[in-house]
């Protein structure tokens, strides 16, 4: 009986245990999914949407072909969406994707630079090594693409981040290395280094024909060519020119194959191979019409018209020329900027041709249009070669005043970019015009002046002909033996060099000079030389002067029949010459007065246009509105709509699972009606021992829900309870927020009227120097001038007395030195120059001034500041670099000063430096031994808004920098830009454009 029940007892046993491990799992995963459901939801969220918001930033590239607004639209809003929620990664890369569509959809590098480098900031701080080389990259072009001229672009920054972008692609991106490499060359060609920009192109060459990246090895190909085309290698460049054509035909690109066929071309010309040089134009023009590239049409254009001109076709080259410069005016675009050195050069090739077809006039209009443009692209040497040839239409036509003046602004452009060639030749040219003018010593000046430096450079065809100017100028003022010296010399040169033209009027001049020395067995050879010269190369002119000749060397010889023959070849010649430029100047006449006329007509007709163009363009303005206002509701409707898909997927996710859950609970009931129809068929001998099993276990379900209500609501309670810690932490830094926001208003009310009064105090200031020096200037030295001039009136009557004399004298001479005194104190107190000439000459003139009255030697660059501030920033900048003058004449003990300004971008950078002993800037601050001085300088930059630095030493010199921010003209209306960008210029022959 014992054992029976311990028999029984011990299947209970068994029977709860078995019963407890296998609902016990079930109970856990039941509890962990309660728990682990709504985290796992939301993370499932959060995953979907940052997956939707990759997608669309790499769509947004595919947009930006299209439609650039909407792309701008969509980063923008992903933009504002990350920064709320705090998403670094989102944010960068919207920030890349807007300044891509800036710099490659819309063209606009102003736009575009501020968001590169702010997604620059951002994925430096991710660590994204492949994609901040792209930024570095992009940014690097968007400031070689800065609407500027090419002499203030700052390629040194554009070659640092060339350089970043082609190290981090070295290691993480090397697919990138030739387009990076190339980048690079272009920056390092551009800033003169030509040897190292080889070794880039050679290597980026090397690296895309081992990756089949044939766009970058036509590209690096190409500018190889062109830069052993500079070093006049131009066999080199024909090899590697060459090249590019098969690659371009690989390509199957009619545009690329054109741009080959011209760059070969223009060096066959230069070869001399003139022929083989317009067949290949021929083909290139076809090519380009083929591919319906108008630039590409117009540049090979361009390029036969050049051909046609080298071969003497004047009128057909100008038809060809005139057609390429149409296409390039009608398909500018957003190339205007770098279309300026295309159409200069057309311009300039035009002016040429008139010239030759002896149409000065239209040679002149021609010529203005070129130096204009020029200008723009800020080629300076290629403006001033246009104004020389400027000069030399006006000299054509006889205007002598308009040539001597266009030819001196040339020379101060060649002098201004240290060309030594280019001076000379404008020195040359300048003599010629000073000649006709009867300007004799200036004229030898100049030429005197142009063959030192001819000389020092050696050029010996332009030394010879400077000579044999140079003794015509002898000859006409009478140094015969000076005059025969410098032309026998020129003839010499002449003859060496087979220049043929120059040696038959030098042969002229030295004929005449032999004549005038008595020397007439010299003379006939001489005019029989220069005769046959004359009319082999038809120099009408030389004839002229050699039948002149003739007929006195016959006349002092005594054979007046030949001197008569002679004087009628010299009349007949003369009337020809005569009424020849009788005709060119009759019809330049005609062609001036038909362009004034054409331009009136263009004038009225060009008002009524603009007239329709204003009233277009307000209806274009009104249109515009009215489809952003249409585009603005349809995304805020496609965003209604995405949110509430999104809320329907959420809703069915929920449903799914409830459905889940429920289909889960109707099985487990199932289970248990089950397990109840097996116990109900138990033995009755089990029957109450069932029943406390099922006891046990029902009371074990119930203390185990009770245990998940409990951790529930413990869960439910941390939660609230964490939810109110984090609300008190946020109302409290709310508080400290706003505490310091009045702290910080409060102090930036104190700064502002601190700053106003300041300003005015410095205001006041300057009126009262201006009102001191008014009366010092009016009231003082007036008073003193009376007193001299009546002292000196004394000294002009007989004055007996020696000793009342010498009074009157030394009165005289006190009033004169005080009236000096006085005025220097006037200018001192309120420069003159600063409101008539402005900041730039005033600082000039400063610079000069204490050359002259201290022994300290002042060097100064100054660049023009003419309109970039306001009058009251002008007089604060002028006090600022005078009173850091003024503390090295008084304290530095220096010897040598440098003053250096000038404008980078929006920044005016000024340096004041010397030599002096120095100080510690540091020490003297901190014992409040500052100066007065400094105190000032450091007032009035504050009230520029400028950054101002003192860096010194004892024995070391002092150095003063101030950076002045530009303050804008105007605002952009699209983000952080200053203003609308146009594309670089990229010259066809130096500087290729990309595939």
Same mark, same amino acid.
């Given at each position: 009986?014992?054992?029976?029940?311990?028999?029984?007892?011990?299947?209970?046993?068994?029977?709860?245990?078995?019963?407890?491990?296998?609902?016990?799992?079930?109970?856990?995963?039941?509890?962990?999914?309660?728990?682990?459901?709504?985290?796992?939801?939301?993370?499932?969220?959060?995953?979907?949407?940052?997956?939707?918001?990759?997608?669309?930033?790499?769509?947004?590239?595919?947009?930006?072909?299209?439609?650039?607004?909407?792309?701008?639209?969509?980063?923008?809003?992903?933009?504002?969406?990350?920064?709320?929620?705090?998403?670094?990664?989102?944010?960068?890369?919207?920030?890349?994707?807007?300044?891509?569509?800036?710099?490659?959809?819309?063209?606009?590098?102003?736009?575009?630079?501020?968001?590169?480098?702010?997604?620059?900031?951002?994925?430096?701080?991710?660590?994204?090594?492949?994609?901040?080389?792209?930024?570095?990259?992009?940014?690097?072009?968007?400031?070689?693409?800065?609407?500027?001229?090419?002499?203030?672009?700052?390629?040194?920054?554009?070659?640092?981040?060339?350089?970043?972008?082609?190290?981090?692609?070295?290691?993480?991106?090397?697919?990138?290395?030739?387009?990076?490499?190339?980048?690079?060359?272009?920056?390092?060609?551009?800033?003169?280094?030509?040897?190292?920009?080889?070794?880039?192109?050679?290597?980026?060459?090397?690296?895309?024909?081992?990756?089949?990246?044939?766009?970058?090895?036509?590209?690096?190909?190409?500018?190889?060519?062109?830069?052993?085309?500079?070093?006049?290698?131009?066999?080199?460049?024909?090899?590697?020119?060459?090249?590019?054509?098969?690659?371009?035909?690989?390509?199957?690109?009619?545009?690329?194959?054109?741009?080959?066929?011209?760059?070969?071309?223009?060096?066959?010309?230069?070869?001399?191979?003139?022929?083989?040089?317009?067949?290949?134009?021929?083909?290139?023009?076809?090519?380009?019409?083929?591919?319906?590239?108008?630039?590409?049409?117009?540049?090979?254009?361009?390029?036969?018209?050049?051909?046609?001109?080298?071969?003497?076709?004047?009128?057909?080259?100008?038809?060809?020329?005139?057609?390429?410069?149409?296409?390039?005016?009608?398909?500018?675009?957003?190339?205007?900027?770098?279309?300026?050195?295309?159409?200069?050069?057309?311009?300039?090739?035009?002016?040429?041709?008139?010239?030759?077809?002896?149409?000065?006039?239209?040679?002149?209009?021609?010529? %203005?249009?070129?130096?204009?443009?020029?200008?723009?692209?800020?080629?300076?040497?290629?403006?001033?070669?246009?104004?020389?040839?400027?000069?030399?239409?006006?000299?054509?036509?006889?205007?002598?005043?308009?040539?001597?003046?266009?030819?001196?602004?040339?020379?101060?452009?060649?002098?201004?970019?240290?060309?030594?060639?280019?001076?000379?030749?404008?020195?040359?040219?300048?003599?010629?015009?000073?000649?006709?003018?009867?300007?004799?010593?200036?004229?030898?000046?100049?030429?005197?002046?142009?063959?030192?430096?001819?000389?020092?450079?050696?050029?010996?065809?332009?030394?010879?002909?400077?000579?044999?100017?140079?003794?015509?100028?002898?000859?006409?003022?009478?140094?015969?033996?000076?005059?025969?010296?410098?032309?026998?010399?020129?003839?010499?040169?002449?003859?060496?060099?087979?220049?043929?033209?120059?040696?038959?009027?030098?042969?002229?001049?030295?004929?005449?000079?032999?004549?005038?020395?008595?020397?007439?067995?010299?003379?006939?050879?001489?005019?029989?030389?220069?005769?046959?010269?004359?009319?082999?190369?038809?120099?009408?002119?030389? %004839?002229?002067?050699?039948?002149?000749?003739?007929?006195?060397?016959?006349?002092?010889?005594?054979?007046?029949?030949?001197?008569?023959?002679?004087?009628?070849?010299?009349?007949?010649?003369?009337?020809?010459?005569?009424?020849?430029?009788?005709?060119?100047?009759?019809?330049?006449?005609?062609?001036?007065?038909?362009?004034?006329?054409?331009?009136?007509?263009?004038?009225?007709?060009?008002?009524?246009?603009?007239?329709?163009?204003?009233?277009?363009?307000?209806?274009?303005?009104?249109?515009?509105?009215?489809?952003?206002?249409?585009?603005?509701?349809?995304?805020?409707?496609?965003?209604?709509?995405?949110?509430?898909?999104?809320?329907?997927?959420?809703?069915?996710?929920?449903?799914?699972?409830?459905?889940?859950?429920?289909?889960?609970?109707?099985?487990?009931?199932?289970?248990?009606?089950?397990?109840?129809?097996?116990?109900?068929?138990?033995?009755?001998?089990?029957?109450?021992?069932?029943? %406390?099993?099922?006891?046990?276990?029902?009371?074990?379900?119930?203390?185990?829900?009770?245990?998940?209500?409990?951790? %529930?609501?413990?869960?439910?309670?941390?939660?609230?309870?964490?939810?109110?810690?984090?609300?008190?932490?946020?109302?409290?830094?709310?508080?400290?927020?706003?505490?310091?926001?009045?702290?910080?208003?409060?102090?930036?009310?104190?700064?502002?009227?601190?700053?106003?009064?300041?300003?005015?105090?410095?205001?006041?200031?300057?009126?009262?120097?201006?009102?001191?020096?008014?009366?010092?200037?009016?009231?003082?030295?007036?008073?003193?001038?009376?007193?001299?001039?009546?002292?000196?009136?004394?000294?002009?009557?007989?004055?007996?007395?020696?000793?009342?004399?010498?009074?009157?004298?030394?009165?005289?001479?006190?009033?004169?030195?005080?009236?000096?005194?006085?005025?220097?104190?006037?200018?001192?107190?309120?420069?003159?120059?600063?409101?008539?000439?402005?900041?730039?000459?005033?600082?000039?003139?400063?610079?000069?001034?204490?050359?002259?009255?201290?022994?300290?030697?002042?060097?100064?660059?100054?660049?023009?500041?003419?309109?970039?501030?306001?009058?009251?920033?002008?007089?604060?900048?002028?006090?600022?670099?005078?009173?850091?003058?003024?503390?090295?004449?008084?304290?530095?003990?220096?010897?040598?000063?440098?003053?250096?300004?000038?404008?980078?971008?929006?920044?005016?950078?000024?340096?004041?430096?010397?030599?002096?002993?120095?100080?510690?800037?540091?020490?003297?601050?901190?014992?409040?031994?500052?100066?007065?001085?400094?105190?000032?300088?450091?007032?009035?930059?504050?009230?520029?808004?400028?950054?101002?630095?003192?860096?010194?030493?004892?024995?070391?010199?002092?150095?003063?920098?101030?950076?002045?921010?530009?303050?804008?003209?105007?605002?952009?209306?699209?983000?952080?830009?200053?203003?609308?960008?146009?594309?670089?210029?990229?010259?066809?022959?130096?500087?290729?454009?990309?595939?």
């Amino acid at each position: 009986m014992i054992s029976s029940h311990c028999t029984s007892g011990r299947m209970r046993a068994g029977c709860i245990v078995a019963s407890l491990r296998s609902i016990i799992p079930l109970l856990l995963a039941l509890l962990i999914y309660s728990i682990a459901w709504p985290e796992s939801a939301a993370a499932q969220a959060r995953t979907s949407e940052q997956a939707y918001t990759d997608s669309l930033l790499e769509q947004i590239p595919a947009i930006a072909c299209t439609d650039t607004a909407k792309a701008l639209s969509i980063s923008r809003s992903i933009l504002q969406k990350a920064v709320e929620e705090g998403n670094v990664f989102h944010e960068s890369y919207a920030c890349l994707a807007i300044g891509t569509v800036y710099l490659d959809a819309k063209k606009q590098s102003v736009f575009a630079l501020p968001w590169l480098r702010r997604a620059l900031n951002g994925l430096e701080s991710l660590g994204k090594i492949a994609s901040t080389a792209a930024v570095h990259f992009a940014i690097g072009r968007a400031i070689h693409g800065m609407p500027v001229p090419k002499r203030e672009k700052d390629f040194s920054a554009v070659e640092r981040h060339h350089r970043k972008a082609v190290a981090l692609s070295e290691q993480y991106q090397p697919g990138a290395l030739p387009a990076y490499l190339w980048h690079l060359a272009a920056s390092v060609q551009l800033q003169g280094r030509h040897d190292e920009a080889m070794n880039l192109y050679r290597r980026s060459a090397e690296l895309a024909d081992s990756l089949h990246d044939l766009r970058w090895l036509i590209n690096a190909t190409n500018n190889i060519g062109f830069l052993y085309s500079e070093h006049d290698q131009l066999d080199s460049a024909l090899v590697y020119l060459q090249k590019t054509i098969p690659i371009a035909e690989s390509f199957g690109d009619d545009g690329l194959i054109s741009r080959a066929y011209i760059n070969v071309a223009n060096i066959l010309m230069n070869l001399g191979r003139i022929r083989d040089a317009g067949e290949l134009l021929e083909k290139a023009h076809d090519r380009a019409e083929q591919a319906d590239c108008p630039g590409w049409v117009a540049a090979a254009l361009m390029t036969m018209g050049s051909n046609l001109r080298s071969r003497g076709k004047y009128d057909e080259s100008s038809t060809l020329l005139r057609k390429s410069l149409l296409l390039f005016e009608e398909n500018l675009g957003k190339n205007a900027f770098a279309r300026a050195a295309e159409r200069a050069i057309l311009h300039r090739l035009l002016g040429q041709n008139s010239i030759d077809l002896k149409q000065h006039a239209e040679a002149i209009t021609h010529y %203005r249009k070129a130096a204009a443009l020029y200008q723009t692209t800020g080629s300076r040497d290629d403006e001033a070669t246009v104004l020389t040839h400027l000069s030399w239409a006006y000299f054509g036509l006889a205007r002598l005043k308009e040539a001597r003046l266009w030819q001196l602004r040339a020379l101060g452009i060649m002098r201004e970019a240290d060309n030594l060639s280019g001076t000379a030749g404008c020195l040359h040219d300048l003599a010629r015009i000073l000649t006709q003018q009867d300007s004799t010593a200036a004229a030898r000046e100049a030429l005197e002046e142009a063959l030192a430096i001819y000389t020092r450079v050696k050029i010996p065809s332009q030394i010879n002909a400077v000579r044999r100017d140079l003794g015509r100028l002898h000859l006409n003022a009478g140094r015969l033996t000076e005059a025969a010296d410098l032309l026998t010399v020129a003839v010499d040169g002449h003859r060496t060099l087979e220049e043929y033209p120059m040696l038959s009027t030098a042969l002229v001049w030295l004929a005449e000079c032999r004549q005038r020395q008595g020397r007439h067995a010299e003379v006939g050879g001489l005019l029989s030389e220069a005769e046959n010269l004359a009319i082999s190369v038809d120099i009408p002119e030389n %004839r002229l002067r050699i039948a002149e000749l003739r007929a006195r060397h016959a006349a002092a010889e005594g054979r007046y029949m030949d001197a008569h023959e002679h004087w009628e070849k010299f009349a007949v010649l003369k009337d020809s010459i005569v009424q020849s430029r009788h005709d060119t100047r009759f019809e330049s006449l005609l062609v001036e007065f038909d362009a004034e006329r054409k331009d009136h007509e263009i004038a009225r007709l060009t008002s009524d246009r603009e007239l329709q163009r204003l009233e277009m363009e307000r209806q274009r303005e009104t249109l515009r509105r009215e489809q952003l206002e249409a585009l603005r509701r349809r995304q805020e409707l496609e965003l209604l709509s995405q949110d509430h898909e999104i809320q329907n997927l959420e809703l069915h996710i929920t449903n799914a699972e409830l459905r889940q859950q429920k289909a889960a609970s109707n099985e487990q009931q199932q289970r248990l009606a089950l397990a109840r129809k097996d116990r109900a068929l138990q033995a009755e001998i089990l029957q109450r021992e069932t029943l %406390r099993r099922n006891a046990a276990i029902a009371g074990f379900l119930v203390l185990a829900l009770l245990s998940i209500l409990v951790v %529930r609501s413990l869960r439910l309670r941390r939660r609230e309870s964490e939810a109110r810690a984090t609300a008190a932490q946020l109302q409290a830094q709310a508080a400290r927020s706003e505490s310091l926001r009045v702290r910080a208003e409060s102090a930036e009310r104190e700064e502002e009227v601190q700053r106003r009064f300041a300003r005015q105090l410095i205001h006041a200031q300057e009126q009262e120097r201006q009102r001191i020096a008014s009366d010092l200037h009016d009231s003082l030295a007036q008073k003193l001038v009376v007193i001299q001039n009546r002292a000196t009136l004394a000294l002009q009557r007989p004055i007996q007395d020696e000793y009342l004399a010498r009074q009157f004298e030394q009165i005289s001479g006190t009033a004169i030195d005080t009236v000096s005194e006085v005025r220097a104190i006037s200018h001192a107190l309120r420069p003159q120059l600063l409101n008539r000439f402005g900041l730039s000459s005033a600082l000039r003139n400063l610079v000069e001034e204490i050359n002259n009255v201290t022994h300290i030697s002042w060097e100064g660059h100054v660049d023009d500041l003419t309109g970039l501030l306001s009058p009251d920033d002008e007089i604060n900048l002028y006090r600022i670099v005078q009173e850091g003058m003024n503390n090295t004449i008084k304290h530095a003990g220096a010897t040598s000063g440098q003053l250096d300004v000038h404008r980078a971008d929006a920044i005016i950078h000024i340096t004041l430096s010397d030599n002096g002993k120095g100080f510690q800037p540091d020490v003297k601050r901190s014992n409040g031994d500052g100066g007065l001085g400094l105190q000032s300088m450091q007032q009035r930059a504050d009230l520029l808004s400028a950054e101002l630095r003192i860096e010194s030493a004892p024995g070391n010199g002092t150095r003063i920098t101030i950076d002045i921010p530009i303050p804008p003209a105007d605002s952009s209306p699209d983000g952080p830009e200053d203003g609308i960008a146009l594309e670089s210029p990229v010259s066809s022959v130096t500087y290729a454009e990309e595939g």
